[in-house]
């Protein structure tokens, strides 16, 4: 044998590892470290796939066969349960079980005079007898508890507790609780153990309102006795009731639990949220909010409703808080709830933050001057007045002048700097810093010198240039800062927008990229987000460009990236995909210069939709304007079919709640807003002047698909006009009840208006000068009670089939017509006068 093996034979560890193996003691072992490894070995090997299993309920058919087949494969130190099963498997203080690791928590961890007892090695019959504690044990027989080592073992009493529920339910907590009520136990009110008895002796009592009568009175008896009680019997009991409804038990068990077992103000706090997030009983828990003496609930319940969009239920919590003297820690905590108010519900937002002014904390002030919007008067502003009161002027700093300064190369640039401090500049303009930065255009040293500017007080201004410089001097880009300091673009054209966007497309088309890198890069930083602007402003080149292709290439990598898509990007590809209109007129649906090669059925109308949904499937904002002017086209076009199928998606993606196909939004409007309030996207979209648009589309359209020569006209003639049938034409109105459905406020006096304008323009007096118009009166003559019926269907109920329609209509042109007189008096009168001033001068 080796010198190696031999050396390593000889260690202790080795020698234990293999009479492990063997299952014999080695020489040099310790016998009581012997004993432990073999019954590691036995334990693990033999006993984990049956015993533990069982004793964790896994009723195992054959069990008892490997056991009688197996006798002799026991762990040592382990007794045989043939005649006495209340006997535990217990291990000696010094052994080392591989199944710890299956114990609870809890396990193996009783006082040094007790025995160690595993959980893993109980039966399922052992645990069983173990934890009948309803039937008095059998002489020679006893239980484990009723032994003196165990009687007050409470891991053991949550093992088999545990063991007990889970197999007889609450019968089997009942036992239990039955058996330390007549041992008097006292049960621990700290720690993981107290949490595995109070919680389910309550819960037991909620079912049974005797047993919670004497949970209650074995709490009042413990804490009288031994000074100790549970600090959540409390909280426990009445959250139990308010989250269930029932607030007058909550308000009952208060008063008397509130007196021996007060709850403590954090506990406190989490019951009202816990309260809250599960939508319990508000009106009980104020009233036991106002007789407790805690107050520190308000950063725990209003944050929890502003989050679940309940401002109405914030706001009367809010004044509840305050005027019981529970305010805010921080501003963080109101702003939600102001914000939204500020925006949907002014009267509440001045309430609010008017009761925080009243109740003097110290952010309040604050939001007041944000909510008012008034002007914080700056430095600047301060030496304006001043230098007005003593006929002072400002000294304005010359940017051009100061540049030349800085350029000048017989005085060194820490004196020219110096100079201009000396002279109370405090700010410089970016021809001054381009100046400096070309005395030494290393990035290093463009940073010295703006710290040293900054050291004395002077700034270098927000425009895009100075932060350009500064952004590629600290992030060492030597080529960028060059590029830009030698431009021959004057700083103020970088401010310029539209102007760096047209040389973007020039660069492009030229093919420069090196230009057209740096101006991107120069332009992203005008955005608090670079990427997102490098990808809003590639995206509206394609869009100048015309590709189609590369559009709908470009939204898919910023839906795929997260990216945004910005108000001016989505103004930007309306107004290139749209053709002008005049005010008044039917669009122009020409193929334009996207639809020559790549679309041969398609329209401007139908692109800017096609791309209008793909952004709002990215979850970015389309703002309402655009979609309007989209309806509008689609009306005026007679795509009534398509306008039917625009306006219910979009009022199913800006209503309460976005359809689930579609993937979830960025922004959300809070459900509490109403749709008829008039910031309310729907509200917004669906105006009163579209709702009138729709009904008459509906009229219009449906009755200009027959159309009359004039011959047809003079005689009255032709088959529409023979028929007593009558198409339908009510189509507008069935398309506003489908929005109401997904809760788009309808304006009921805007659609009976739309509609009396329509019988106004074929049943009363005069003629239209719209072609469209005679021919309808003529398909509609005669037809007016069918037309009421057919108004009235859509509708629901009787209102132009139960009036003399034809007197209605006639009373209502007059009136009109009436309307119409007095303002065309009104503007002669007008021009009367204005003639006659010169005159009288």
Request: a positive charge; proline letters at 5%.
């Amino acid at each position: 044998m080796g010198p190696a093996l031999q050396r390593l034979l000889s260690r202790p560890s080795s020698l234990e590892f293999l009479g492990y193996l063997v299952g014999a003691p080695t020489a040099n072992a310790p016998a009581k470290r012997i004993r432990g490894l073999s019954r590691e070995r036995g334990s693990a090997c033999h006993r984990y796939a049956s015993i533990a299993a069982v004793a964790r309920g896994v009723e195992d058919e054959d069990y008892d066969a490997k056991e009688k087949d197996e006798p002799t494969r026991r762990p040592s130190g382990v007794p045989i349960y043939d005649t006495e099963p209340s006997l535990l498997p217990i291990s000696t203080p010094t052994s080392s079980s591989s199944l710890q690791t299956l114990r609870k928590p809890w396990a193996g961890l009783s006082s040094a005079k007790n025995q160690y007892w595993e959980e893993s090695l109980f039966t399922h019959e052992q645990l069983e007898f173990e934890s009948n504690l309803d039937t008095v044990p059998v002489a020679g027989r006893p239980r484990l508890l009723d032994r003196n080592g165990y009687k007050e073992d409470f891991r053991l009493w949550a093992c088999l507790l545990e063991y007990r529920k889970r197999i007889h339910g609450p019968q089997g907590v009942l036992t239990f609780w039955n058996a330390v009520r007549k041992r008097n136990l006292h049960l621990p009110t700290k720690g993981i153990l107290a949490g595995k008895f109070w919680p389910e002796f309550l819960a037991l009592g909620f079912q049974d309102c005797t047993v919670l009568d004497e949970v209650c009175a074995y709490a009042d008896r413990m804490l009288r006795d031994t000074s100790e009680r549970w600090s959540r019997l409390y909280v426990s009991i009445i959250e139990h009731f308010l989250v269930n409804g029932q607030g007058a038990y909550a308000q009952k068990w208060h008063h008397r639990l509130f007196k021996l077992h007060p709850p403590g103000s954090k506990l406190f706090a989490e019951m009202c949220r816990y309260v809250a997030f599960n939508h319990g009983d508000m009106k009980a828990l104020r009233r036991i909010y106002t007789l407790n003496k805690h107050r520190n609930v308000y950063s725990r319940v209003i944050p929890l409703l502003c989050q679940r969009e309940d401002f109405k239920g914030a706001v009367n919590w809010h004044i509840f808080f305050i005027s019981r003297g529970d305010l805010p820690e921080s501003s963080k905590l109101v702003e939600p709830l102001v914000h939204f108010l500020a925006m949907y519900d002014r009267h509440n937002a001045w309430r609010v933050t008017r009761s925080l002014v009243g109740a003097g904390v110290s952010f309040a002030s604050t939001m007041l001057n944000e909510l008012e919007k008034e002007t914080k008067i700056s430095r600047e502003i301060m030496n304006l007045v001043h230098g007005k009161s003593f006929n002072i002027s400002v000294k304005k700093y010359n940017d051009s002048l100061g540049a030349r300064w800085f350029a000048t190369r017989w005085v060194s640039l820490d004196v020219a700097i110096n100079a201009v401090h000396a002279l109370g500049i405090q700010e410089i303009g970016p021809l001054s810093l381009q100046a400096i930065a070309l005395r030494d255009p290393d990035t290093k040293a463009v940073v010295i010198r703006i710290a040293q500017l900054r050291d004395l007080g002077i700034s270098t201004g927000n425009s895009l240039f100075a932060r350009a410089v500064e952004t590629f001097a600290r992030n060492r880009k030597s080529d960028l800062l060059e590029w830009l300091l030698s431009s021959d673009q004057h700083p103020e054209a970088l401010e310029d927008g539209d102007l760096q966007e047209s040389l973007l497309e020039t660069y492009a088309r030229a093919k420069d990229w090196t230009q057209y890198r740096r101006t991107l890069t120069l332009r992203s930083l005008v955005s608090k987000s670079p990427d997102m602007e490098k990808s809003n402003i590639v995206l509206r080149y394609h869009v100048a460009v015309g590709s189609r292709g590369a559009i709908m290439d470009m939204l898919a990598d910023m839906q795929i990236a997260g990216t945004p898509v910005t108000s001016k990007s989505i103004a930007h590809i309306i107004r290139c995909s749209l053709r002008p209109r005049r005010a008044g007129h039917r669009p122009v649906t020409q193929k334009g210069m996207w639809h020559r090669a790549t679309d041969k059925n398609g329209d401007d109308t139908n692109t800017a939709i096609a791309i209008l949904k793909r952004i709002m499937k990215s979850g970015s904002f389309v703002p309402i304007i655009h979609w309007r002017e989209i309806i509008r086209r689609l009306g005026m076009a007679g795509r009534f079919d398509d306008l039917q199928n625009l306006c219910r998606e979009l009022a199913a993606w800006y209503g309460p709640v976005a359809p689930s196909v579609w993937p979830p939004r960025r922004y959300r409007i809070p459900a509490q807003v109403p749709t008829s309030h008039h910031l309310h996207p729907l509200r917004m979209l669906f105006n009163a002047p579209l709702q009138k648009a729709i009904v008459e589309w509906g009229f219009i359209h449906n009755l200009k698909h027959r159309k009359l020569n004039l011959e047809e006209f003079r005689q009255g003639r032709g088959p529409m006009i023979r028929s007593n049938a009558l198409h339908t034409v009510t189509s507008g109105i069935t398309l506003l009840k489908q929005l109401s459905q997904h809760g788009v406020y309808i304006d009921g006096t805007c659609v009976r208006s739309a509609i009396f304008n329509r019988l106004i323009t074929y049943y009363g007096p005069g003629r239209s000068n719209r072609r469209y118009n005679r021919t309808a009166r003529a398909i509609l003559n005669g037809k007016i009670a069918l037309l009421a019926k057919q108004i009235d269907g859509a509708l629901g109920e009787e209102y132009f089939t139960a009036v003399d329609l034809p007197r209605l209509v006639n009373e209502m042109a007059l009136m009109r017509w009436r309307r119409v007189v007095r303002r065309w008096n009104k503007r002669l009168d007008a021009k009367r006068v204005r003639s006659l001033v010169p005159e009288l001068a």
